[in-house]
């Protein structure tokens, strides 16, 4: 089955400064990959995806990259803020109506002001 | 829009007692359904997942239990809890464009 890893698992920056999280992922197959925030005591939300036919999306100061060659997934934060503090998790599936989504175990994330 | 509910918010229960989680969802069809559990700082482990009413695929075996008597309901439960069944539950749904949704979680301490 699918197996997500995550690096790295925890991640200090400075404010205004970049952060980069980097997945990888095993079946080939996964053609969807999502990006959830997790925030203290809260639910995961939705953040980004990216579907294989595509290889950038952008949304304002996050941006997600996908290498499929590689097996590879990256999200990219820029220009970072106290409150982009959190937890972030990717994710992969294969998008069938009875596919499970296989999430990565999750990078803590900390924006120093 | 679709929303998503879970109940109860926090539930302390002793161990050995019964358990049973509630989540429904709304303004959509046919949603498929998953469980996660999530213990302190640690990261989402999928428990049961279901595609259809009486459809459960279970991921870990262990005391838990899930069932799905409508298209929009799921329901987990427990004979007889575990201290290691403490954890935050997480139910969440995905649709046609496989976007996966988490509800509010109920946050489960056993003492």
């Known amino acids: 089955g699918e197996n997500v890893e995550q690096h790295p698992s925890t991640l200090s920056v400075q404010e205004g400064d970049s952060a980069v999280i980097k997945c990888t992922y095993s079946?080939?197959?996964?053609?969807?990959f999502p990006w959830y925030k997790q925030e203290l005591g809260k639910r995961p939300q939705l953040i980004i995806d990216?579907?294989?036919?595509?290889g950038e999306k952008k949304d304002q100061r996050i941006a997600v990259t996908l290498n499929k060659t590689a097996k590879h997934f990256s999200l990219h934060i820029t220009e970072t803020q106290p409150e982009d503090s959190a937890v972030y998790f990717c994710?992969?599936?294969?998008?069938?109506?009875?596919?499970?989504?296989?999430f990565g175990p999750g990078t803590s994330l900390s924006v120093i002001p | 829009s679709q929303t998503i509910h879970q109940w109860p918010a926090t539930l302390v229960q002793p161990v050995g007692s019964p358990l049973s989680l509630e989540c429904t969802v709304e303004?959509?069809?046919?949603?498929?359904l998953y469980w996660y559990r999530q213990a302190a700082g640690r990261g989402l482990q999928l428990l049961f997942y279901?595609?259809?009413?009486?459809?459960i695929s279970s991921e870990v075996p262990q005391n838990l239990s899930a069932s799905r008597p409508q298209d929009r309901q799921f329901i987990l439960s427990s004979k007889k809890l575990l201290l290691s069944d403490s954890g935050f539950y997480l139910c969440?749904?995905?649709?046609?464009?496989?976007?996966?949704?988490f509800g509010p979680g109920t946050r489960l301490t056993v003492t």
């Open positions: 994710a992969a599936s294969k998008e069938t109506s009875y596919d499970k989504v296989i």
């Open positions: 079946d080939s197959a996964s053609n969807y």
């Open positions: 303004g959509t069809s046919n949603p498929n």
């Open positions: 279901s595609v259809g009413i009486g459809q």
């Open positions: 990216i579907r294989s036919n595509v």
């Open positions: 969440a749904w995905t649709g046609n464009v496989h976007e996966q949704y």
